[in-house]
């Protein structure tokens, strides 16, 4: 049925996700907006190093893999960006990042205002915004690989080769390596990528060599992205909702994740519904969330979201009713209805009659009632006096 709550709740959509794909502005200089993440889980090395920080510039493609620990500290975190990265690019003004615990740490909010720059993080669960990243630490997966099989050895020791190899690229989105790209002129190695000779360029002529490269590449990357937006939302729909709409949110079924309160593969699909408080972005909309999911972000993708269908009653959702696993819950007794003695042979069996209740239930029945009453007043018509 369409309109079942658990039907809903547990079955699969097989509609393209909503939501088009939206497009970041395009940086105008270099190390002006960068991107980071991090890549996790690796072998430990000699020197106990068991992550890459990955910092990537959005405008030149340029990147540096730092090596580091997941023990680190945010104040750790903060020496090394000052160390490797202000020391060498100044301060952003801008970083596109996901929720980790490092980036949503007080000290690391209090130290980017600091330096003046603007913290603009993921919404919950859609790696997607920091795809630049993303496809970045896919790139050096591969190559971390490829250099452990045939060199051997940690793969820290391989990390400045990598980053070397890595910026001496070439990338189609600028039509260029990102070092030519930074730094106006090709890199000169051993290797041999390309015929490299002296630049004469001096003065003035470098600096408008070097504005004018800025706007060659802004405009490849605006054709680049048109291009992206026109192959992914080949395969997504435009949605919408509004303001006080109630929604179904997607959780993951993977067997033995804990997410949104559900874990285990048999769970549902969605849990809610959930009202929707606010219009955050285009395709992002803040959720009025139960207590038990207070730690949780509250602004998600529409992706994430199905609009609940069903009459204009009243939506009762079963978070926050004090319900156990197999939806039953504890009643208290609030007095006795009636009493009556059973006289058998040899004995007499008393027995009473008990009325049970459950407040929070009958709490969230009334407040609901009250609410569909102020939102729909034309469903619930005045009971007529009687004189």
């Given at each position: 049925?369409?309109?079942?709550?658990?039907?809903?709740?547990?079955?699969?959509?097989?509609?393209?996700?909503?939501?088009l794909?939206?497009?970041?502005?395009?940086?105008?200089?270099?190390?002006?907006?960068?991107?980071?993440?991090?890549?996790?889980?690796?072998p430990?090395t000699?020197?106990?190093?068991?992550?890459?920080?990955?910092i990537?510039?959005?405008l030149?493609k340029?990147?540096?893999?730092?090596?580091?620990?997941?023990?680190?500290?945010?104040?750790?975190?903060?020496k090394?960006?000052?160390?490797?990265?202000?020391?060498?690019l100044?301060?952003?003004?801008?970083?596109i990042?996901?929720?980790g615990?490092?980036?949503?740490?007080?000290?690391?909010r209090?130290?980017?205002?600091?330096?003046?720059?603007q913290?603009?993080?993921?919404?919950?669960?859609?790696?997607?915004?920091?795809?630049?990243?993303?496809?970045?630490i896919?790139?050096?997966?591969?190559?971390?690989?490829?250099?452990v099989i045939?060199?051997?050895?940690?793969?820290?020791?391989?990390?400045?080769?990598?980053?070397f190899?890595?910026?001496?690229?070439?990338?189609?989105?600028?039509?260029?390596?990102?070092?030519?790209?930074?730094?106006?002129?090709?890199?000169?190695?051993l290797?041999?990528?390309?015929?490299?000779?002296?630049?004469?360029?001096?003065?003035?002529?470098?600096?408008?060599?070097?504005?004018?490269?800025v706007?060659?590449?802004?405009?490849?990357?605006?054709?680049?992205?048109?291009?992206?937006?026109?192959?992914?939302?080949?395969?997504?729909?435009?949605?919408?909702?509004?303001?006080?709409d109630?929604?179904?949110?997607?959780?993951?079924?993977?067997?033995?994740?804990m997410?949104?309160?559900?874990?285990?593969?048999?769970?549902?699909?969605?849990?809610?519904?959930?009202?929707?408080?606010?219009?955050?972005?285009?395709?992002?909309?803040?959720?009025?969330?139960?207590?038990?999911l207070?730690?949780?972000?509250p602004?998600f993708?529409?992706?994430?979201?199905?609009?609940?269908?069903?009459?204009l009653?009243?939506?009762?959702?079963?978070?926050?009713l004090?319900?156990?696993?197999n939806?039953?819950?504890?009643?208290?007794?609030?007095e006795?209805?009636d009493?009556?003695?059973?006289k058998?042979?040899?004995?007499?069996?008393?027995?009473?009659k008990?009325?049970?209740?459950?407040?929070?239930?009958?709490d969230a029945?009334?407040?609901?009632?009250?609410?569909?009453?102020?939102r729909?007043p034309?469903?619930?018509p005045?009971?007529?006096?009687?004189?």
């Amino acid at each position: 049925m369409a309109r079942c709550s658990n039907c809903q709740q547990v079955k699969a959509e097989h509609q393209g996700p909503g939501g088009l794909t939206q497009d970041i502005d395009i940086p105008t200089w270099e190390w002006e907006d960068v991107n980071m993440d991090f890549v996790v889980g690796l072998p430990r090395t000699r020197r106990q190093h068991d992550s890459i920080w990955v910092i990537v510039d959005r405008l030149t493609k340029s990147a540096h893999f730092l090596p580091v620990k997941v023990s680190y500290s945010a104040e750790d975190y903060a020496k090394l960006y000052i160390k490797d990265i202000v020391k060498l690019l100044g301060a952003p003004l801008s970083i596109i990042s996901n929720r980790g615990a490092q980036f949503t740490s007080h000290f690391w909010r209090s130290f980017q205002i600091g330096l003046g720059t603007q913290m603009k993080l993921s919404t919950a669960f859609h790696p997607q915004t920091d795809g630049q990243a993303e496809r970045t630490i896919q790139t050096l997966e591969d190559m971390l690989r490829a250099c452990v099989i045939d060199f051997k050895g940690n793969w820290d020791d391989h990390l400045p080769l990598i980053e070397f190899s890595y910026n001496n690229s070439y990338h189609s989105s600028i039509a260029m390596a990102p070092f030519e790209e930074l730094y106006g002129r090709r890199c000169r190695s051993l290797v041999g990528w390309f015929e490299v000779g002296k630049f004469s360029l001096l003065g003035p002529e470098v600096v408008y060599k070097a504005t004018e490269k800025v706007l060659l590449i802004r405009n490849r990357l605006k054709m680049a992205h048109s291009r992206q937006k026109s192959y992914a939302d080949n395969r997504k729909r435009d949605l919408e909702f509004e303001v006080g709409d109630w929604v179904y949110l997607k959780i993951s079924p993977m067997k033995g994740v804990m997410r949104f309160g559900k874990k285990g593969k048999l769970s549902p699909r969605y849990v809610g519904p959930y009202a929707i408080l606010k219009h955050v972005g285009k395709v992002t909309y803040e959720l009025k969330l139960p207590n038990e999911l207070a730690p949780i972000h509250p602004v998600f993708h529409i992706f994430m979201l199905k609009k609940c269908i069903g009459e204009l009653v009243s939506i009762l959702p079963l978070e926050g009713l004090g319900l156990n696993e197999n939806l039953s819950y504890e009643e208290v007794p609030v007095e006795i209805l009636d009493r009556q003695v059973k006289k058998l042979r040899n004995k007499e069996v008393a027995s009473v009659k008990v009325l049970w209740r459950n407040h929070l239930v009958e709490d969230a029945i009334w407040e609901a009632e009250a609410d569909m009453k102020s939102r729909y007043p034309h469903l619930f018509p005045p009971t007529p006096s009687h004189s």
